[in-house]
């Protein structure tokens, strides 16, 4: 069974850092691609950052870019938030998504954790 598990939000100050872990189980990367969503009060859930299946490689969204950075490992994904802003307050969720890359018809979605960047 597939499952996603994620851990680590919390609230922190502006200009702070936190770290999102997902861990997963019952799926391998080789055929699902795996990443991050958000979704903030009143806004639409959008990507953040995402490995795809087919080429392994990491995308960030635009507004992350140079702040977020995806890591891995066997057992887990992790996203590192560097000079976080107030507008990154969200619930983040992991995905995994067997289209190779992270869509928001994603197959499967964590619970959430949520992220608040507060003084």
């Known amino acids: 069974q597939l499952q996603l598990v994620e851990s680590g939000g919390g609230l922190v100050q502006p200009g702070g850092s936190l770290t999102l872990s997902c861990a997963f189980s019952?799926?391998?990367?080789?055929?699902?691609?795996i990443g991050w969503f958000r979704q903030a009060p009143g806004k639409e859930r959008e990507g953040v950052s995402c490995?795809?299946?087919?080429?392994?490689n990491t995308y960030y969204a635009s507004p992350v870019k140079g702040r977020f950075t995806m890591s891995r490992d066997q057992k887990k994904v992790y996203l590192q938030m560097d000079s976080l802003k107030p507008e990154d307050t969200a619930i983040y969720y992991c995905?995994?998504?067997?289209?190779?890359?992270?869509?928001?018809?994603?197959?499967?979605w964590g619970q959430g954790t949520q992220v608040t960047v507060s003084s």
């Open positions: 995905v995994a998504d067997s289209h190779g890359t992270c869509t928001r018809a994603a197959d499967h």
């Open positions: 019952g799926f391998t990367l080789d055929y699902y691609a």
């Open positions: 490995i795809g299946s087919r080429d392994g």
